[in-house]
């Protein structure tokens, strides 16, 4: 999807916090091709509360990473959203994952943390992502992103065609 094997962040992640475990970019933020834009809205790593102690979920370590998954998997969920087929959207979660896994890994993260983290979205999008996209699509509703980042991704799009 995006090619992060070699991960360069042209300018340092700068976030503020909202509510609720919700984070909002305080400016671009980029990382190799992929742009993420001024406003978009993450929620850190899903990581269960048990975990925080050994996987914090807003580490601002494993933060770039994290940011750069939750924004390619809502780019495919507003691609899902406006028509495009299950397996296409099932495989670009998978790319996803493995764009976070080597992201992770540019990062410097270590193996052990970096495998934890990446079988976590795996086995989210293979257990949880197929239901999902299930459920949704078989009762005609789009898959929940934040209002501001469809906005955000909407005019990306736009402006890139």
């Known amino acids: 999807m995006v090619g992060i094997k070699e991960m360069r962040i042209?300018?340092?992640?700068k976030i503020s916090p909202?509510?609720?475990?919700?984070?909002?970019?305080?400016?671009?933020?980029?990382?190799?091709?992929?742009t993420?834009?001024?406003?978009?809205?993450?929620n850190g790593a899903n990581i269960p509360?048990?975990?925080?102690?050994?996987?914090?979920p807003n580490d601002p370590i494993v933060?770039?990473?994290?940011v750069v998954h939750d924004y390619l998997c809502d780019v495919v969920k507003y691609a899902f959203n406006r028509g495009a087929s299950y397996k296409d959207a099932l495989?670009?979660?998978?790319?996803a994952d493995d764009d976070f896994n080597d992201a992770l890994e540019s990062l410097s993260i270590s193996n052990t943390?970096?495998?934890?983290?990446?079988?976590?979205v795996a086995i989210y999008t293979a257990l949880f992502r197929r239901a999902e996209l299930f459920f949704y699509r078989s009762r005609n509703k789009p898959l929940p992103i934040y209002k501001r980042n469809i906005s955000l991704i909407k005019n990306r799009l736009d402006t890139t065609r």
């Open 63 to 66: 933060l770039p990473a994290v």
């Open 113 to 120: 943390r970096r495998r934890v983290y990446f079988w976590g």
């Open 10 to 13: 042209y300018r340092a992640l």
């Open 91 to 95: 495989n670009a979660f998978k790319q």
């Open 36 to 42: 993420i834009p001024n406003g978009f809205v993450t």
């Open 18 to 34: 909202l509510h609720t475990r919700r984070y909002m970019l305080d400016e671009d933020f980029t990382v190799n091709s992929l």
């Open 49 to 56: 509360r048990v975990l925080y102690p050994v996987l914090p």
